[in-house]
């Protein structure tokens, strides 16, 4: 699977057109993780977007904690640390490689500077987000 057909499988950037999709590929850096790599650190603060392109990653809170508690698996074509691209709060857990894993990052910064230049982008992924906020809403008033 090409960069664009993985970036086009993440929703926040499902409605772009396929030159946007281009251009934010070129954007994503491969990166190898041994098994039990630390890839982000719950505390840190968030800096990048990663897409699992071979192996496998656990998300794990409080993870050198006395609790540590996983909250999910994660295997090719998965990806986490989206919200990263738009803000730098510390990031809420921990993910680590279980296997020898390659991911292929992004950086806030990169993506910041790609969307300055091509405002499309950002007009792109406004509706995939404000739909992401509504579903948020409805669940917190219900």
């Known amino acids: 699977m090409g960069r664009e057909e993985i970036l086009q499988n993440v929703p926040i950037f499902s409605e772009l057109g396929r030159r946007d999709l281009e251009r934010l590929s070129k954007l994503m850096v491969p990166r ?46 998965d990806f986490f640390g989206e919200m990263a691209l738009f803000e730098g709060f510390p990031r809420n857990a921990t993910v680590r490689a279980i296997d020898d894993t390659e991911c292929l990052a992004m950086t806030r910064w990169d993506f910041t500077a790609e969307m300055k230049n091509h405002p499309e982008i950002a007009v792109g992924m406004v509706p995939v987000l404000v739909r992401r906020l509504r579903e948020v809403e409805s669940k917190h008033t219900h």
């Open 32 to 77: 190898q993780v041994r098994a039990g790599e630390v890839i982000i650190k719950q505390g840190d603060q968030a800096a990048g977007f990663f897409v699992i392109n071979r192996g496998k990653v656990e998300v794990v809170q409080d993870a050198d904690g006395s609790n540590p508690q996983r909250l999910a698996t994660l295997g090719e074509g």
